[in-house]
């Protein structure tokens, strides 16, 4: 009898250790599809600012000639500004916020 219940604690302990693996390589997958590579191109639509594109996979995902979130069509006056305020959007982007809208407090945080 003894040894009947030694046997079933085995058994059901290698099945938790089963069931234990299979859960956290599952968890591994989607950790590692959240991680995606983002790429940012920042660009002149004309001489007078900038704006930028965010790329995945090497296609456009985000094509912003203008401020987000400000009133009006206003161009970053510099590309310093429109790669900080993409690099915010990725950062929305990786955080699984889609879409990544930015509101006014953000932009003008950095951007002053």
């Known amino acids: ?26 968890t ?30 090497n296609k456009v995902i985000i094509h912003q000639p ?6 009006g069509n206003h161009l970053f006056r510099t590309d310093a500004e429109a790669r900080k305020i993409a690099v915010l959007v990725v950062e929305k982007l990786k955080n699984n916020i889609f879409p990544p809208s930015l509101t006014k407090e953000e932009v003008e945080a950095v951007i002053k």
Do not use: H
């Not at 995606?36 to 930028?52: E, L, M, N």
């Open 1 to 26: 009898m003894k040894k009947k219940v030694i046997q079933i604690q085995r058994l059901a302990f290698l099945i938790s250790l089963i069931v234990l693996i299979s859960c956290d390589s599952n």
């Open 28 to 57: 591994k997958k989607e950790n590692s599809s959240a991680k995606d590579v983002f790429t940012i191109k920042t660009f002149q639509p004309d001489a007078t600012g900038w704006g930028y594109d965010i790329l995945k996979d």
């Open 66 to 71: 203008n401020i987000p979130a400000i009133e």
